[in-house]
Each structure stands twice: as C-alpha cells, then as structure tokens.
C-alpha cells in the first residue's frame, strides 16, 4: 500500500510534467471538491499548467472551489459546465458538447483541446430513494456505472487527444469484491435492490468493462475505479438521509475517527491515481514511477485497469477469480454497449 510519502512525492512531480485538463463530474460537493482542492495545491506554484471543468448543478459551490483554486494557485484556469442530471445519457450528450465547445476554443498554452484526466464521483446518498429514470435505467446504478460509461465513450475523442496517456478515474468502490456465484453473474440491474446488490453489481460490470476499455486504449487511456474511504463531507447531513442516520453520524464520526480519511488526503490519492504509476496497458515505464508501477485487475503490471482501495492500494489476487471465464468480459460488455445504444437510439429519435 502505498504510504502517505510516496503519495505526496509522487503528486509533487506532476506540475514537471506536460499541463493538465481535468474534468471532474459530481464535484460541486464531497470528494470530488476534495479532488479540485488537492489540485490547486498540487499546481499551487505551477498555475498556467492546469485547467479544471467542474461539471455539475449547483454554480454557486462551483464557484466558491473556483476561487479556492484560482487564490492557491494563480494562473490555473476553472470552469464550469452546468449539468441537470448526470443520470440521463442525454444529459452526459449535452456536457460533454459544451466541453468540446470549449476545449474547441483554444487548448491549454497552446496546445490542442484534450482532457487528460477524467474524474467521476456523482451518485445518491446511499440512503436516497432511487427512481427509474426517464430513459429506464435505476438513478443510482446510473450515476455509477451507466452514466460514468458513457462519459468515457463521450469524451474518448478528447482523451485520445491528450499528449501523455489520460486517466479515467472512477470513485465508488473499486476492490470491494463480494463473492460472486458463476450462474448468476450480477449484469445489469439486480432483481432484489439493495445497497450490497447495488455496489455488488456496479463493481462487478466496472471491473470488466474498464479492462475492456484499458484493451480498446491500450497505451493511450488508463481506467482505475478507487474505494475512497470513509470520507466525511455534506451527503451525511444531508436531509436527503432519515433524521437518525444524521444524529448517529455524529456520534458514529467520533468513534471511527481512527478509520476516516481527512478531506486533504482523500484528494492527494485521487490526483495520486494520475500518475504513470496507473499506466496505459502496456505503457508502463518504470523510471521515474513514484512507488512503481501498480498491477491491473488481471494481475498483470501496468494492465490498464485498476480496482484500488483507500490508499491507491491493488488487491493482491486476480479480480473476480472465481468466476472470470474467457467470455466474461465480453459479457459485461455486450450488456453495457446494448443497455446505452437503445437509449441512444431513442435520444436520437426524440431529437
Ligand atoms: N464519502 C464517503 O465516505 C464514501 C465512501 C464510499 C464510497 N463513496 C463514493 O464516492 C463517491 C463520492 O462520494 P461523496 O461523499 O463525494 O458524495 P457527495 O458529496 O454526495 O457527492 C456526490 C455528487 O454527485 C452529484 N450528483 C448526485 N446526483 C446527481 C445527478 N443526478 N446529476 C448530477 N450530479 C449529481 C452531487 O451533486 P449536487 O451537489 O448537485 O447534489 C454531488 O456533487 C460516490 O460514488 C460515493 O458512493 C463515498
């Protein structure tokens, strides 16, 4: 596991290395707004090198990180894309649009319009209602798998276009593996909706579909999905949760104070899972890797596609050994591609 050092030397390099555009969805509250906070003080003293898209509903929280970020490091460049619901493909359509409108403009110093990182962390609070959404999918198995899926196919074209290998960063509960039995494989929605089958199923599908992708961008495009941790932040007090979860949380913060993640490092893992040491498949390079290079989800150095916990940290056995055939990666995603070409097919009739 790498060790709070090795994180922080490894972030400290980045500014030395070509500037960065960086799109960060579901960050106008909690980890990512950690995320865009660890950024500017990563760049603090390298400001033109880094230009931030803070994708989300609420400006006004957007802008306060925009002043953070410009006040800690002057020179960087924030925007924001205003997004209405990050469940709907459709929606997803519209942001990346506006992103490419923008990046179309005129490429950071310079250079041509790219994204080089990709972070995702929209979601309900576990606790929330999730409804069907009007394109058919579950809210919340949208936000964190469907809708980061799509994102990436979206945004693809801008990712290819970055200069050094982007990195497509998934916050929810990469390595947290359940045991999986081999004639119910969880692909799609699970019939009996809970917070486990949810998280059972996303992790499952997002595992095989970001190999499926790190094999589609080999050398070009690395997909690592991230447990972050305990984390505190706004989804705990939100009135979104019943009125006892927010009373015991108050209680229960203080007694696993010792497990939590602060706000600070939750975000120097994040930009830490940016570096070469989550390489493209088959582009790893081991000089200069801070911490060296991490295994993939098939245990192969430098594979492309990561399932790390709290600390970037990789689980030590093949993901999902029990159950992985040849086919299941196929699987996932023939499931993944067939569930977003319908709604496609019926954004593009309804336009
Ligand atoms: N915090 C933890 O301890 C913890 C632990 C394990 C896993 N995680 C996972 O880490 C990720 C981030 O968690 P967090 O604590 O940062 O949660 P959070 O503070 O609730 O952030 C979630 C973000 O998603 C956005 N969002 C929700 N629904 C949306 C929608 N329909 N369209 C667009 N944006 C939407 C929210 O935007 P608004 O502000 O506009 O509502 C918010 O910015 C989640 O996937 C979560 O499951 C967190």
Partial sequence: MPNLKTIQAGIAKLPFGPPKVVVLTGATTGIGSYIAQALARTYASHGSKLRVYIV????ERAEALFKFGKETAPGSDWRFVEARDLSLMADVD???REIERLEGQGGLEGGKGR????????????MQESKVTPEGLDTQLSLLYYSRIHLIRRLTPLLLAAPTPAHCISIFAGSMESAVTPTSLPIGTPSQYTMTTIRNTTVFMKTFAFEALAAQHAGKISFTHIYPGLVDGPVFYSDVNPLWFRVLWRVVKVLVSWYMTSPEVCGDVMVFLSTGKYAAKGAANEEGVVGGVACSTQRELGGGAYGVGQRGDENKAVSYANVRKEDTGEKVWKHTVRTLEEIEKKITASS
Avoid: E, F, I, T
């Fill in 56 to 59: 989300g509903r609420k400006r």
């Fill in 115 to 126: 994204v080089d990182v990709l972070y995702m962390s929209q979601a309900l609070s576990p």
């Fill in 94 to 96: 519209l942001v990346v």
